[in-house]
């Protein structure tokens, strides 16, 4: 089993090869800062899996996540899970009632 030192899951489901966690400051409500600039964590098995994660999450992710929190109205003081999804990857994520950051974990699926 995966484990990440940092993000919102401490372990990923079993048969997990990739996983990647930050913790994200927000700048206001719905948006966040460079989630690849602050405290984070990844464990893979190789390269390729992690550039494939950080692609979806750059291209995909990222959007998904903010667009739910924005129609959930999840906000920093909340506390609540959020997870998006496609085919071959997840990203949870949950403020935690912090009030000014959001913990999150992603991976991609097992095969």
Do not use: C
């Amino acid at each position: 089993m995966m484990k990440l030192e940092v993000g919102y899951l401490e372990t990923v489901p079993d048969g997990v090869n990739v996983a990647w966690g930050a913790v994200v400051r927000y700048v206001h409500d719905f948006k966040f800062e460079n989630p690849f600039e602050g405290e984070q964590d990844y464990v893979s098995s190789s390269d390729s899996l992690l550039k494939g994660l950080l692609d979806w999450l750059n291209t995909v992710g990222f959007s998904k996540l903010k667009r739910v929190l924005e129609v959930d109205d999840i906000r920093p003081h909340h506390h609540q899970e959020v997870t998006v999804e496609s085919k071959r990857y997840v990203l949870k994520g949950n403020p935690k009632a912090s009030g000014e950051v959001i913990y999150l974990t992603a991976w991609k699926k097992p095969q």
